[in-house]
């Protein structure tokens, strides 16, 4: 098992954002986390990254609890791509990129920087963005910069297991074909024996590409399993107070959803 | 081409590795070369040039005598004597202090991801200030009864003292539960010198001529008239940091995307912040405590180094170290020269230039749009 949260609870103050929380994920899965506004998403994301401690539960990644791990330790496991990245300082892509490699260089890889650098950012399609500047490409362009770095972070480290891709609604800043496109290369990333969780606003983004879904609502799970059966008009309009029917995708078969207006 | 084909390929020769390098880097390392060039100028400049003026040549064999050659060359004892004891301690001085607030401003732009911070923005200087200019006008009338050794002594202390309590004060003002809140530092660091200028404006009303005189020392600063005694203690406090500084560059680095992104890449933040925040904070004590308030140190030559080999702090901090400490030499080689037999202030020199030339970055920094 390469992911388990276990009964995690996480407390802001006095507010339970989390309670009780219970799921798992293997390699080679890639399991979308949806839920409305304030379901705890974000708040999920930051305990399995190890960024916020746990409140009461544990998070356990390939077997350990992540707060036994230390950042570099993490960093050789996982990698995270933000929903946004503020950037003031004049950085090209490249450079942005460069900084993923400094954990597996700490972890003593013998690395050619440049080749890695360039390949990741050939995978997200900006090969020709390597010199720009990052604050002055378009938001798009700078999120596929992120997810480049990201990637990078994840292929150059030692292999120790299964690896963990971790995306914070990261298709917020991009235009449909570019989503698709993120999604594609998280999905390929499952492929190569590692496992990705995105938390996803776009209901049908997620049923396209998830192989599983786990919905949040009101700080705990109210589905965890497979796509086609998570996706129903009774779920959609009890989790999200959604009027919407299901269909099914004339050529690839997936769950389509569509919306008809707020309940 | 992927990912893991890019891994297991044999790294291509040493030509195509340059080629692909990002043009920055190799820009970067002529870019701290020339700051190295600029500061051994300055080196000679300062060490041969005031009232005796000493060539490059005597200054060779001055130091070549002094590493135990002395049966190659004669040198003058005259020389010798304004050389090692007013020359070395005052080009030393001018070295640490302009490496030591080069440094710590752009670790201050790195850390609070502001290019506009500086050590002068987080108190540290206003609040080393305000403990000298106490001890000069409320207990000066104490410290005269002390002995002569200890009164030299009493100054820099009290400085360092100051600066390192108001970096304190900003510190615990700007961290939430264990977390340091950038934006929040600053903003207290603001407080924090602006309470500190009032209290020394207060001081200043309070004083008499003679007092005011020494007072513009602290506002203004010099590095003149320093001795080896009292430049060591402050030497030692300057050097640690800037030694040990860029050690901090990669972590710099990621912090400029953000305090979670960094720890995501694997850096402790916490850690750093507190690293660099201490040691920035030590580095400017001790270079307020001897030279009194500079401005515009911290927050140029960054400037100028990053605009030159980009933000990258592997190539930014000691290019910024170098640079720092070689303008201040020129600057204090002007301050000296301008109203002969007279000397300037250095501060007036650092504004007067640094000033201008900051105005002159922004619009530039506008045209890139």
């Known amino acids: 098992m390469l992911l388990q949260v276990q009964r995690l609870t996480m407390r802001y103050g006095s507010t339970e954002v989390l309670s009780d929380v219970d799921f798992s994920m293997n390699a080679g899965e890639l399991v979308a986390i949806v839920g409305p506004n304030g379901a705890g998403k974000s708040t999920l994301v930051a305990a399995i990254s190890g960024e916020v401690p746990a409140t009461g539960g544990t998070v356990l990644l390939q077997a350990q609890p992540v707060a036994n791990y230390s950042a570099r330790e993490l960093a050789l496991r996982r990698t995270v791509l933000p929903q946004s990245t503020s950037l003031l300082f004049h950085f090209t892509a490249y450079e942005v990129v460069h900084l993923g490699l400094h954990c597996a260089r700490e972890a003593g890889a013998d690395l050619d920087a440049p080749e890695l650098v360039a390949a990741a950012l050939e995978q997200v399609g900006i090969a020709h963005l390597r010199d720009r500047y990052v604050p002055t490409l378009s938001g798009g362009e700078r999120q596929r910069v992120h997810l480049a770095r990201c990637l990078v972070q994840m292929q150059a480290s030692p292999r120790l297991g299964p690896k963990l891709l971790i995306l914070d609604e990261p298709t917020a800043s991009l235009d449909p074909a570019h989503q698709h496109r993120v999604m594609a290369i998280a999905s390929a990333f499952t492929r190569r024996g590692n496992a990705a969780i995105a938390v996803v606003h776009d209901l049908n983004l997620a049923a396209a590409y998830a192989d599983r879904l786990v919905v949040l609502n009101d700080g705990g799970v109210a589905y965890d399993g497979p796509v086609a059966g998570g996706l129903t008009p009774a779920l959609l309009a009890d989790v999200f107070r959604l009027d919407a029917d299901i269909l099914s995708h004339p050529r690839t078969g997936r769950p389509v959803i569509l919306q008809s207006g707020p309940l | 081409m992927t990912l893991s084909s890019?891994?297991?390929?044999?790294?291509?020769?040493?030509?195509?590795?340059?080629?692909?390098?990002?043009?920055?880097?190799?820009?970067?390392?002529?870019?701290?070369?020339?700051?190295?060039?600029?500061?051994?100028?300055?080196?000679?400049?300062?060490?041969?040039?005031?009232?005796?003026?000493?060539?490059?040549?005597?200054?060779?064999?001055?130091?070549?005598?002094?590493?135990?050659?002395?049966?190659?060359?004669?040198?003058?004892?005259?020389?010798?004597?304004?050389?090692?004891?007013?020359?070395?301690?005052?080009?030393?001085?001018?070295?640490?202090?302009?490496?030591?607030?080069?440094?710590?401003?752009?670790?201050?732009?790195?850390?609070?991801?502001?290019?506009?911070?500086?050590?002068?923005?987080?108190?540290?200087?206003?609040?080393?200030?305000?403990?000298?200019?106490?001890?000069?006008?409320?207990?000066?009338?104490?410290?005269?009864?002390?002995?002569?050794?200890?009164?030299?002594?009493?100054?820099?202390?009290?400085?360092?003292?100051?600066?390192?309590?108001?970096?304190?004060?900003?510190?615990?003002?700007?961290?939430?539960?264990?977390?340091?809140?950038?934006?929040?530092?600053?903003?207290?660091?603001?407080?924090?010198?602006?309470?500190?200028?009032?209290?020394?404006?207060?001081?200043?009303?309070?004083?008499?001529?003679?007092?005011?005189?020494?007072?513009?020392?602290?506002?203004?600063?010099?590095?003149?008239?320093?001795?080896?005694?009292?430049?060591?203690?402050?030497?030692?406090?300057?050097?640690?940091?800037?030694?040990?500084?860029?050690?901090?560059?990669?972590?710099?680095?990621?912090?400029?995307?953000?305090?979670?992104?960094?720890?995501?890449?694997?850096?402790?933040?916490?850690?750093?912040?507190?690293?660099?925040?201490?040691?920035?904070?030590?580095?400017?004590?001790?270079?307020?405590?001897?030279?009194?308030?500079?401005?515009?140190?911290?927050?140029?030559?960054?400037?100028?180094?990053?605009?030159?080999?980009?933000?990258?702090?592997?190539?930014?901090?000691?290019?910024?170290?170098?640079?720092?400490?070689?303008?201040?030499?020129?600057?204090?080689?002007?301050?000296?020269?301008?109203?002969?037999?007279?000397?300037?202030?250095?501060?007036?020199?650092?504004?007067?230039?640094?000033?201008?030339?900051?105005?002159?970055?922004?619009?530039?920094?506008r045209d890139w749009g």
């Open chain 2, 6 to 365: 890019a891994m297991k390929r044999s790294k291509p020769g040493y030509r195509a590795r340059l080629a692909a390098m990002a043009p920055r880097e190799r820009r970067a390392a002529a870019v701290v070369a020339g700051c190295a060039a600029l500061l051994v100028l300055s080196l000679f400049l300062a060490l041969g040039i005031g009232a005796v003026s000493i060539s490059p040549g005597v200054i060779g064999r001055l130091i070549l005598n002094a590493l135990g050659a002395e049966f190659v060359w004669e040198t003058e004892t005259r020389d010798a004597l304004v050389f090692w004891s007013i020359r070395v301690p005052r080009v030393a001085a001018g070295c640490l202090v302009g490496a030591a607030l080069a440094l710590a401003g752009a670790t201050m732009q790195g850390i609070f991801r502001n290019p506009l911070a500086d050590p002068a923005l987080i108190g540290v200087s206003s609040g080393a200030a305000l403990a000298a200019v106490a001890v000069i006008v409320v207990g000066g009338g104490m410290v005269g009864t002390l002995p002569p050794e200890i009164r030299a002594f009493a100054l820099p202390v009290a400085a360092l003292a100051g600066g390192l309590t108001a970096t304190l004060i900003v510190y615990r003002l700007g961290s939430v539960g264990g977390q340091i809140m950038a934006a929040t530092t600053l903003l207290a660091g603001v407080a924090i010198t602006a309470i500190a200028q009032a209290g020394i404006g207060f001081l200043i009303f309070l004083s008499d001529e003679q007092q005011l005189r020494d007072l513009s020392f602290w506002t203004l600063g010099s590095v003149a008239g320093l001795n080896w005694s009292l430049l060591l203690p402050a030497a030692v406090l300057m050097a640690g940091p800037i030694l040990l500084l860029p050690r901090l560059a990669g972590a710099l680095n990621a912090m400029l995307l953000g305090e979670r992104e960094s720890f995501h890449l694997g850096h402790d933040p916490q850690r750093v912040k507190r690293l660099a925040i201490g040691l920035s904070a030590v580095a400017v004590g001790g270079a307020v405590s001897i030279s009194g308030v500079i401005g515009f140190v911290g927050l140029v030559v960054p400037h100028i180094v990053r605009l030159l080999a980009g933000p990258d702090h592997r190539w930014l901090l000691p290019g910024t170290a170098l640079l720092g400490a070689g303008l201040f030499l020129l600057a204090d080689l002007l301050a000296r020269m301008i109203v002969l037999p007279a000397e300037l202030p250095i501060g007036v020199v650092t504004a007067l230039v640094g000033g201008p030339f900051f105005i002159w970055l922004l619009v530039r920094r």
